[in-house]
Every structure is written in structure tokens, then in C-alpha cells.
T-cell receptor
Framework: GAGVSQSPSNKVTEKGKDVELRCDPISGHTALYWYRQSLGQGLEFLIYFQGNSAPDKSGLPSDRFSAERTGGSVSTLTIQRTQQEDSAVYLC???????????FGDGTRLSIL | SQKIEQNSEALNIQEGKTATLTCNYTNYSPAYLQWYRQDPGRGPVFLLLIRENEKEKRKERLKVTFDTTLKQSLFHITASQPADSATYLCALPPTGTASKLTFGTGTRLQVTL
């Protein structure tokens, strides 16, 4: 499809497990963002990738969170040793560059039991 | 640091009326401002971008104004319809070397028959 694709759409896991969330951005978009949105809350920035530059990791809440972007395209957000407070919707967005409007996927709803 | 505020209370209006949503910001002079729409269970969708030298911008039934003196943007939906019911987010662009948009928490609009 032409939009940003995220998988899985829903993930339920036990506390302490690791999870991987995937984002397929729009082809040709050099900028890629991860956000977290808790119920009824705003968007919390997590990490930003731009081309081959070092990512901006300033929004990652702890060292249990990491992300990578392979080949300037697909990105994976990994959460290790999940905690209940990690439960949220994780949204990915891409844009042609950081000044352009962002295109969002529909997110992965993560539930930690 | 820059701060962006949207009315956190839901806005309820009758079909056919004009809805007006407010976005206020402080400690910032943005070159532009963006508006997004978010439906439940979906990612935000870009609607409009207005630049600092544009007082007003229109797209179909949508109108956005940008007052750099008041540090405020108003988002209007004319002839509102129940399908316009959603949460509307405003966003400020990155500052300096920062990479991220700053999103407001959004205002939920409910249009009733």
C-alpha cells in the first residue's frame, strides 16, 4: 500500500518479555519517527531517524527501549523486559524530511499483563 | 522550552454549525504550524499547514488562521457534520537542531445531529 504500515496491530505479552514492533514507512521518505500514546494522552516522541545520520534517541524513556532502521527503510522498535507502564499505542510516522508533514501508521496497541 | 496548549475539554456542537478549535503556544516563534485529525484507533492524519506569513488558509470546509502576535492558531470547520467528530491536534515544527514536532494534546470534537 501507499501508507505507513505497522505490525502487529495488537500485541499482548507478559511482564518481563521482550517485544519487537515493526514499521514500514512510505517509500522514499527519509525521516522516520516513533511515538507513544497512552490512553487519552498526547503523542510522546521516542526516536527519530533521518537518512544515514545518527538517530535522535532523546525521547526514549529508558535503556530498555531501542530502535533501528535497516537500509533506510523498515524500522523496528524493541522493548526489553517489558513493564506494565509500557502499555500504550506505539505509532510510527514518516515524512520526506523533518520539515514536511508526517504520515502516520495506525499503531501497535501493546498490552502488558 | 516551547509549550503548546489546546483545550482539553471536548467540544460539542450541533450539525451545521461552525466548530472553532484553539491552539496557543508560548516561548516560540514558529515558521509554521500544522493541524492533524485523529480518529479512535487510528494514527493522526495531516490536514493543513499554515506558514507565519499566511494569516489564513482554507481547504474545503476547513479554515486555519495564524496570529503570530497572539501566538495562536484557530481551526474552523464550517457546516460541521457528524463525520467531523474526531480529535484535532496542532503541532509546532522542530526548533534549532531538534528533530521532533511538538504536538498538542488535542481537542475532541463531537458533532451531533
Amino acid at each position: 500500500g501507499a501508507g505507513v504500515s505497522q505490525s502487529p496491530s495488537n500485541k499482548v505479552t507478559e511482564k518481563g518479555k521482550d517485544v519487537e514492533l515493526r514499521c514500514d514507512p512510505i517509500s522514499g521518505h527519509t525521516a522516520l519517527y516513533w511515538y507513544r500514546q497512552s490512553l487519552g494522552q498526547g503523542l510522546e516522541f521516542l526516536i527519530y531517524f533521518q537518512g544515514n545520520s545518527a538517530p535522535d534517541k532523546s525521547g526514549l524513556p529508558s535503556d530498555r527501549f531501542s530502535a533501528e532502521r535497516t537500509g533506510g527503510s523498515v524500522s523496528t522498535l524493541t522493548i526489553q523486559r517489558t513493564q506494565q507502564e509500557d502499555s500504550a499505542v506505539y505509532l510510527c510516522a514518516s515524512s520526506r524530511d523533518r520539515e514536511e508533514p508526517q504520515h502516520f501508521g495506525d499503531g501497535t496497541r501493546l498490552s502488558i499483563l | 522550552s516551547q509549550k503548546i496548549e489546546q483545550n482539553s475539554e471536548a467540544l460539542n456542537i450541533q450539525e451545521g454549525k461552525t466548530a472553532t478549535l484553539t491552539c496557543n503556544y508560548t516561548n516560540y516563534s514558529p515558521a509554521y504550524l500544522q493541524w492533524y485529525r485523529q480518529d479512535p484507533g487510528r494514527g493522526p492524519v495531516f490536514l493543513l499547514l499554515i506558514r507565519e506569513n499566511e494569516k489564513e488558509k482554507r481547504k474545503e470546509r476547513l479554515k486555519v488562521t495564524f496570529d503570530t502576535t497572539l501566538k495562536q492558531s484557530l481551526f474552523h470547520i464550517t457546516a460541521s457534520q457528524p463525520a467531523d467528530s474526531a480529535t484535532y491536534l496542532c503541532a509546532l515544527p522542530p526548533t534549532g537542531t531538534a528533530s521532533k514536532l511538538t504536538f498538542g494534546t488535542g481537542t475532541r470534537l463531537q458533532v451531533t445531529l
